[in-house]
């Protein structure tokens, strides 16, 4: 990978960190309507979120290049198999704000997102969505977004 785009896939991955560490409160309150379970389980996937990044961006180049395809993370594209028909499909996980289903954009919070983030290639999850559950392999893992985010 360039050196220019890796270091400006760090700084986005830095971004992130600080985004979590300064607007967490702006950002349940405002994606976040029940306090009960779902709280739980959003908190529990950001704060797994946020030791993730802080172990790759402890890693020198080379290894944090390799990361980035081990890893779904916001910004990666996740390539996945559905094991039932064989169909493949790539999805983006993003930010609520930056979700786009028509572009398979989904934001982390949907509960395929949920489901995708921190996962990686070879992995056999259960999809589960609003039209069933759907086992899917995880064929493929590649950081493609460098876009902003914000709280809306």
């Known amino acids: ?15 992130q960190l600080v985004f979590f560490d300064e607007q967490y409160s ?17 908190d529990d996937c ?12 402890a890693k020198d180049d080379s290894a944090l290049y390799e990361s980035l395809k081990a890893v779904a993370l916001l ?5 996945v198999l559905f094991e039932e028909d064989g169909f ?11 979700s786009d289903p028509d572009h398979n954009r989904i934001s982390f919070l949907s509960p395929i997102g949920r489901q995708l983030l921190l996962t990686a ?14 086992q899917v392999l995880v064929r ?9 985010f914000s709280v809306q």
């Open 75 to 79: 910004g990666s594209s996740v390539r």
């Open 26 to 42: 702006l950002f349940f309150d405002q994606y976040v309507r029940d306090y009960g379970r779902e709280k739980q389980m959003v």
């Open 121 to 134: 290639p070879h992995n056999r999850i259960v999809l589960e969505s609003p039209v069933g559950r759907q």
């Open 1 to 15: 990978m360039n050196p220019s785009i890796l270091q400006g896939t760090r700084k986005h991955l830095i971004h």
């Open 46 to 57: 950001i704060q797994r979120y946020k030791q993730t990044l802080e172990q790759l961006l």
């Open 88 to 98: 493949e499909e790539s999805f983006t996980v993003v930010f609520p704000t930056d």
């Open 140 to 148: 493929e893992i590649s950081f493609t977004y460098m876009g902003g």
